[in-house]
T-cell receptor, first 110, second 114 residues
Framework: AQSVTQLDSQVPVFEEAPVELRCNYSSSVSVYLFWYVQYPNQGLQLLLKYLSGSTLVKGINGFEAEFNKSQTSFHLRKPSVHISDTAEYFCGTQGNKLVFGAGTILRVKS | DVKVTQSSRYLVKRTGEKVFLECVQDMDHENMFWYRQDPGLGLRLIYFSYDVKMKEKGDIPEGYSVSREKKERFSLILESASTNQTSMYLC?????????????FGSGTRLTVV
């Protein structure tokens, strides 16, 4: 069965610093990987997705993720975060349904 | 843009009550999903539906049922609410299955069972 593991439950970071949110996946079939963001009191919004092709995927709001097959990872990165990036981030993998990790809360401090 | 609307933002129900959570999407999507979200556990799939009158169990279906009588509407039913069903419930829809199809989520219903 497909699954993802988010390695950090919370990541505190200062404004304008870089950030990496870690995600490892487990799958024996074709890999589709996603990152979603949930801002306070809102539903989930798609940040980016990897289906095939280039291993570096660019998403909205300056985020990007790199698919690494040898390390079975799909880490999310942003070179300089803003206060408004404070949210919960979910890594997901999709076969016939979308399966999520436990989430990582990104707290950006001024 | 596709819109997924959940009828209630907050609900408070008593133990033993029958609870209906409603979800409507406006873009003719085939697939609809119900997840519950709990701190530290992420989103867990309760039930999903590929078509009208069709339903499939997700990872945690116990204590829940669903109804899909019309394509645009997918209802989650708690037959006899219990306190361990206090949670945030998220509905989603997608045009198809597989990685090419993104999910659109509603804003969620926060259910408290007292």
């Amino acid at each position: 069965a497909q699954s993802v593991t988010q390695l950090d439950s919370q990541v505190p970071v200062f404004e304008e610093a870089p950030v990496e949110l870690r995600c490892n996946y487990s799958s024996s079939v074709s890999v589709y990987l996603f990152w979603y963001v949930q801002y306070p009191n809102q539903g989930l919004q798609l940040l980016l997705k990897y289906l095939s092709g280039s291993t570096l995927v660019k998403g909205i709001n300056g985020f990007e993720a790199e698919f690494n097959k040898s390390q079975t990872s799909f880490h999310l990165r942003k070179p300089s975060v803003h206060i408004s990036d404070t949210a919960e981030y979910f890594c997901g993998t999709q076969g016939n349904k979308l399966v999520f990790g436990a989430g990582t809360i990104l707290r950006v401090k001024s | 843009d596709v819109k997924v609307t959940q009828s209630s933002r907050y609900l408070v129900k008593r133990t033993g009550e029958k609870v209906f959570l409603e979800c409507v999407q406006d873009m003719d999507h085939e697939n609809m999903f119900w997840y519950r979200q709990d701190p530290g556990l992420g989103l867990r799939l309760i039930y999903f539906s590929y078509d009208v009158k069709m339903k499939e169990k997700g990872d945690i279906p116990e204590g829940y049922s669903v109804s899909r009588e019309k394509k645009e509407r997918f209802s989650l039913i708690l037959e006899s609410a219990s306190t361990n069903q206090t949670s945030m419930y998220l509905c989603a829809s997608s045009l198809g299955t597989g990685g090419d199809y993104g999910y659109t989520f509603g804003s969620g219903t926060r259910l408290t069972v007292v």
